[in-house]
Nanobody, 127 residues
Framework: QVQLVESGGGLVQAGGSLTLSCAAS????????MGWFRQAPGKEREFVAA????????RYADSVKGRFTISRDNAKNTVYLQMNSLKPEDTAVYYC????????????????????WGQGTRVTVSS
């Protein structure tokens, strides 16, 4: 079992920055690929970014590429999402998730790959 707790959400103006954190506890964190997903009101949950257990694979949704950066610190059992140049359309609840199974550059974005989920942290970007 893995427990995930997100933090760092809040209200920010367009063009601003936020850094989300996801602290993991339970099973060995370094065994998991980690992903960030988001869900806006009335929309389905969508992939944002993901990173393999060793950091050798990272992948981003086209909508955030060049603006968001995912990283992880296995010593701290934490994954981060640095979000810059935020836009109103980035407004959503952001969830981190952990995937135990083997991931590739292709399937790391597949929401069905992820076994454990946090409760989410809300990000609101005002125009």
């Amino acid at each position: 079992q893995v427990q995930l707790v997100e933090s760092g959400g809040g209200l920010v103006q367009a063009g601003g920055s936020l850094t989300l954190s996801c602290a993991a506890s339970g099973r060995t964190f370094s065994n998991y690929a980690m992903g960030w997903f988001r869900q806006a009101p009335g929309k389905e949950r969508e992939f944002v970014a993901a990173i393999s257990w060793g950091g050798g694979i990272t992948r981003y949704a086209d909508s955030v590429k060049g603006r968001f950066t995912i990283s992880r610190d296995n010593a701290k059992n934490t994954v981060y999402l640095q979000m810059n140049s935020l836009k109103p359309e980035d407004t959503a609840v952001y969830y981190c998730a952990a995937a135990l199974s083997h991931v590739t550059h292709v399937n790391i974005a597949d929401i069905m790959r992820y076994d454990y989920w946090g409760q989410g942290t809300r990000v609101t970007v005002s125009s």
